[in-house]
T-cell receptor, first 108, second 115 residues
Framework: AQRVTQPEKLLSVFKGAPVELKCNYSYSGSPELFWYVQYSRQRLQLLLRHISRESIKGFTADLNKGETSFHLKKPFAQEEDSAMYYCALNNAGNMLTFGGGTRLMVKP | DAGVTQSPTHLIKTRGQHVTLRCSPISGHKSVSWYQQVLGQGPQFIFQYYEKEERGRGNFPDRFSARQFPNYSSELNVNALLLGDSALYLC??????????????FGPGTRLTVT
């Protein structure tokens, strides 16, 4: 069965420090993975998807099929990056399996 | 466009009661999905509807049901409420469903409290 694991509930870093939010998945097929973000008092929104291989707000994520991981990285964290981050796996037909989420706190 | 809208924002129900939650998708979107988010956890998939037909169902009991109307809006119904049904219920809409990857746009959610 498909599963998404985010091992850290909370990640706290100082402004300007590098950030890595971990995501591991289990899926028998070819995975389609996403990172969603929820800023305070805002809706859940798509941050990036692995198929587009893009960088959004300085964040990147590389799919590592050997390690079944899709970690989210940013070289220099900003205070406005503080939010809840969810890793999600797209089952066939755009039905998402989410991880438990990681709260990122960027301290000044 | 106001994005995906959900009503009501909050509601409180008693165990054993029934509840109906409503969702209006972004104009032009034909697919609606429902997710349950228990406090401290990630969203969990409940249903997906496309063109008024159920396309997928998550691991939820038969007390949960949904439907989609000709205008693509959707209702989620939960019967015989249990305390464990207390959660934020999220609706998401996308342009299409099925093969291909379509971005899902989430609504603000309905906070259900069962006492």
């Amino acid at each position: 069965a498909q599963r998404v694991t985010q091992p850290e509930k909370l990640l706290s870093v100082f402004k300007g420090a590098p950030v890595e939010l971990k995501c591991n998945y289990s899926y028998s097929g070819s995975p389609e993975l996403f990172w969603y973000v929820q800023y305070s008092r805002q809706r859940l929104q798509l941050l990036l998807r692995h198929i587009s291989r893009e960088s959004i707000k300085g964040f990147t994520a590389d799919l590592n099929k050997g390690e079944t991981s899709f970690h989210l990285k940013k070289p220099f964290a900003q205070e406005e990056d503080s939010a809840m981050y969810y890793c999600a796996l797209n089952n066939a037909g755009n039905m998402l399996t989410f991880g438990g989420g990681t709260r990122l706190m960027v301290k000044p | 466009d106001a994005g995906v809208t959900q009503s009501p924002t909050h509601l409180i129900k008693t165990r054993g009661q029934h509840v109906t939650l409503r969702c209006s998708p972004i104009s032009g979107h034909k697919s609606v999905s429902w997710y349950q988010q228990v406090l401290g956890q990630g969203p969990q998939f409940i249903f997906q509807y496309y063109e008024k037909e159920e396309r997928g169902r998550g691991n939820f009991p038969d007390r949960f049901s949904a439907r989609q109307f000709p205008n693509y809006s959707s209702e989620l119904n939960v019967n015989a409420l249990l305390l464990g049904d207390s959660a934020l219920y999220l609706c998401a809409s996308s342009l299409e469903a099925g093969t291909g990857v379509y971005e899902q746009y989430f609504g603000p959610g309905t906070r259900l409290t069962v006492t």
